[in-house]
């Protein structure tokens, strides 16, 4: 592999070809755990850094891209997560990040508000939704 790299990569005075390479390979990592990351916050804090990384590469491993934004990339985390206690904390993260993304309709204006009848049915806004989660997981 080395005679690979070298072939492409050129080494100077103080890294070889191999060395300079491994560089941009660790960079796409830590862009794509930081990817991760900014996304699941509390998660992060809940399992510290060290376990945080450990747990997305893993999580990588069997979730690859498919997508062509980084975006998508913790889309699958909290079922990923479905036998794991913070599947909770990722979960409420997954619904922030949906709904900064998703449409919003415009609210009621004051005579739609004042014409509602007993059996009008509002509704939630698109962006927004109920989770159903076993303990106070925004505290």
């Given at each position: 592999m080395s005679g690979v790299v070298a072939f492409y990569v050129k080494l100077n005075s103080q890294l070889s070809s191999f060395e300079r390479?491994?560089?941009y390979n660790r960079q796409y990592w830590f862009c794509v755990i930081g990817a991760v990351s900014e996304?699941?916050?509390?998660?992060n804090a809940v399992l510290s850094l060290k376990r945080f990384d450990a747990l997305?590469?893993?999580y990588l491993r069997e979730n690859p891209s498919t997508s062509f934004t980084l975006r998508d990339l913790g889309g699958k985390l909290p079922t990923w997560l479905a036998n794991h206690p913070e599947v909770e904390v990722a979960?409420?993260?997954l619904a922030y990040v949906e709904a900064f993304d998703r449409a919003s309709l415009p609210p009621l204006s004051a005579a739609e508000f004042a014409s509602?009848?007993?059996?009008?049915?509002?509704?939630?806004?698109?962006?927004?939704?109920?989770?159903d989660l076993s303990y106070p997981v925004d505290e």
């Open positions: 390479r491994e560089i996304d699941y916050l509390a998660l997305i590469l893993a979960r409420l993260e509602l009848m007993r059996d009008s049915v509002l509704s939630l806004q698109p962006h927004l939704q109920l989770l």
